[in-house]
Nanobody
């Protein structure tokens, strides 16, 4: 299971930090990722982190977003800086590749 928090309304150029508490599997040994679903699109992977802390980003967020993890807390994070209106959407975390169970996600709205 995944419980995402930290979303909200932010102005363009602002920052947010998302958190995801995971349970029900071996978090320490799992690759994790953040996914984003914007209006009218399918969920897409935007940032991933392996169990060895190797990270990878989708081009549109590279240099602005940072994924990290705290294995002691079974928690993944997504630090989002220099947010743009195009970042608006619902953000989910899951394993990479994802398993069938998704959390509720957390909504991010970037608007003036």
């Amino acid at each position: 299971q995944f419980a995402e928090t930290g979303g909200g309304l932010v102005q363009p150029g602002g920052s947010l930090r998302l958190s995801c508490v995971a349970s029900g599997f071996d978090f320490n040994m799992s690759s994790m990722a953040w996914y984003r679903q914007t209006s009218g699109t399918e969920r897409e992977l935007i940032a991933g982190i392996t169990n060895r802390d190797d990270v990878k980003y989708e081009d549109s967020v590279s240099g602005r977003f940072t994924i990290s993890r705290d294995n002691a807390r079974n928690t993944a994070y997504l630090q989002m800086n220099r947010l743009k209106p195009g970042d608006t959407g619902v953000y989910y975390c899951n394993m990479r590749p994802p398993n069938a169970t998704w959390g509720q996600g957390t909504r991010v709205t970037v608007s003036a």
